[in-house]
């Protein structure tokens, strides 16, 4: 485990405390334009893997994604809190554009086709991401009980949300962040975001790591025919699921 990135005690105890934990820098800002910049150019413009979506499981087919997917920063620090051996199975670009809609307070494990349901994620910023344009709000230690999940309201971008009635957002944490920055939760995590009420686009990539004793349906929605995880520490110790080797172009 690379020392520079591995997490003190306090902060895995945070971690466990809280359900999240960050922000922490990835990549410096010079280093991010020119990541944001190729990914604007060369990646979102073109197909990918999953032929209803151009946002999804890019770590495929775009070293640049997976490289910043993979990054030191935080798949060391994931390994501080999951062990030696992890698997990324999902990326996700969230594109919110002026005017976007707002995603509903949820827990990730109510979506996923993953048995057991057990994920560490990063969500990494691309731009500049603050409360007017509709940064992530988190609500610490949120994932100590699953909530029922009920059909969203009106206007919402998902289909389905935690019920409102089972929690309170009074507790809520803002999570700014430059680009490049990034912060680690749980798959139980309670988290949203508002409307994009801003003029500024809000990019931003989710990073979704499990261990090889999980089991991915992985040609089940949201993921789709043809998915592959990469190992990106350790061993796959079980060969439970589809892998391929990180790509070396794109």
Not at 104 to 122: F, T
Request: aromatic share 8%; proline share 8%.
């Amino acid at each position: 485990m690379s020392d520079s990135h591995s997490l003190s005690p306090a902060e895995i105890a945070f971690f466990h405390q809280n359900g999240y934990l960050g922000p922490f820098a990835a990549v410096p800002l010079g280093e991010m334009a020119a990541i944001v910049a190729h990914i604007d150019a060369h990646v979102l413009t073109k197909d990918g893997p999953n032929p209803q979506t151009r946002l999804q499981s890019r770590h495929m087919d775009s070293k640049v994604v997976f490289d910043l997917a993979s990054h030191p920063a935080i798949i060391g620090r994931m390994a501080s809190l999951y062990g030696p051996d992890l698997v990324l199975w999902a990326t996700n670009f969230f594109n919110k554009e002026p005017g976007g809609k707002e995603i509903p307070w949820h827990q990730d494990l109510n979506y996923w086709p993953i048995e057991p349901v057990l994920n560490i994620s990063a969500w990494v910023a691309l731009d500049d991401v603050r409360v007017d344009n509709s940064c992530v709000q988190i609500l610490p230690g949120s994932h100590k009980k699953v909530l029922p999940h009920i059909p969203s309201r009106d206007g919402m971008a998902f289909s389905e949300e935690a019920d409102p009635s089972a929690f309170s957002t009074e507790r809520l944490v803002n999570m700014e962040l430059k680009p490049g920055e990034f912060f680690l939760f749980n798959e139980k995590l309670l988290h949203h975001s508002e409307p994009n009420r801003s003029s500024r686009r809000r990019l931003g990539m989710s990073v979704r790591v499990t261990l090889p004793i999980v089991k991915i349906e992985q040609d089940r929605s949201p993921l789709h025919p043809g998915h592959c995880a990469i190992v990106v520490r350790g061993q796959d110790t079980m060969g439970f699921n589809r892998t391929m080797s990180a790509p070396t172009a794109g």
